[in-house]
């Protein structure tokens, strides 16, 4: 990975749920955080992996005939693929008769994804729409996320995070310099349950969502409300307190859901919040009511 390439798992278009307008949504592989909820476990790692779906699979085996490295195997029922082996030619997906097998992640430059974006810039000048940066995380390469953010500019592109903030202020700094809204993931008030939650403390996190605010830039705080990690009106109360010292005046719930559920089988990890219930917005009207009258506009 360089300034002029990096590792994106899908790009997205016609988003609008991820900034204003119409949106071309850039997912870039690699995350700091390991939040047990995750909705995309694919983007994590910052290379490319192969997800196996045990229901298209037709038990052929054609895949580990195929592969030259010897890096695909039968384990214990699952089809897995050694990443250390893993030449990256892939055979294996490409020859899969079931389509059983895909592959997350794939090094593009700069002018190709630029290019898959500017094709529906009459839809942004339209709707106020543009270019958004998710993942995984952004800040994981932050050296291509700068690049395709300048790249966007320079074609007058409004431009937007989703974004952790967990990266070392000078690189923060560095990234959000060309972006025109940053919607800022806070997931938990306390650093210690923070860490338990996502493996990672808060104490940075919190830093540059003040430092955001501090140098004028447009953020929405985010926050996914999971069930037994930030979901009690306790935590609410904290969070808005949180939120009001950083310096902002609203926020957006995101209830917790289980679309990236069957994500871990394909991948073989277990997933800490297997069978629990989504939430619906009907669920969090008290939660979200401890924001307002604490001064912060709470929204869905």
């Not at 005939?65 to 294996?92: N, Q, Y």
């Not at 995984?136 to 007058?156: D, I, Y």
């Not at 940075?204 to 069930?227: C, E």
Request: with cysteine; hydrophobic share 35%; proline share 4%.
């Amino acid at each position: 990975m360089t300034k002029d390439s990096g590792i994106v798992f899908n790009i997205q278009k016609f988003s609008v749920n991820d900034g204003p307008g119409i949106r071309t949504v850039v997912f870039l592989k690699g995350c700091p955080l390991r939040c047990q909820w995750c909705a995309n476990p694919e983007s994590q790692l910052v290379r490319a992996e192969i997800m196996w779906d045990e229901k298209k699979c037709i038990g052929c085996r054609h895949c580990i005939e195929v592969c030259p490295h010897h890096a695909v195997s039968l384990t214990e029922g699952r089809i897995t693929v050694d990443p250390s082996k893993c030449g990256g030619c892939g055979k294996c997906f490409r020859e899969c008769p079931g389509k059983a097998l895909k592959n997350e992640g794939e090094l593009k430059t700069v002018k190709e994804v630029m290019d898959v974006v500017m094709q529906d810039l009459p839809f942004y000048e339209e709707s106020g729409g543009g270019i958004t940066l998710s993942g995984g995380e952004m800040l994981a390469q932050p050296e291509f996320a700068v690049s395709l953010l300048k790249a966007a500019k320079e074609n007058g592109l409004h431009t937007c995070c989703e974004t952790t903030g967990f990266a070392k202020q000078e690189v923060f700094a560095e990234v959000i310099e060309n972006l025109d809204l940053i919607l800022f993931d806070v997931k938990h008030w306390d650093s210690g349950k923070h860490k338990a939650g996502t493996a990672v403390g808060n104490e940075l996190i919190l830093s540059n969502l003040k430092y955001a605010f501090s140098q004028g830039k447009d953020v929405l705080p985010r926050i996914p409300v999971i069930p037994g990690f930030n979901d009690s009106l306790n935590d609410a109360e904290n969070l808005a307190r949180v939120i009001k010292e950083a310096g902002g005046t609203k926020c957006q719930l995101l209830p917790f859901h289980q679309f990236g559920e069957n994500k871990y089988e394909q991948l073989g990890r277990e997933y800490a919040y297997k069978d629990v219930s989504a939430y619906h917005r009907e669920d969090l009207e008290d939660y979200r009511r401890v924001f307002i009258e604490h001064g912060i506009e709470a929204f869905f």
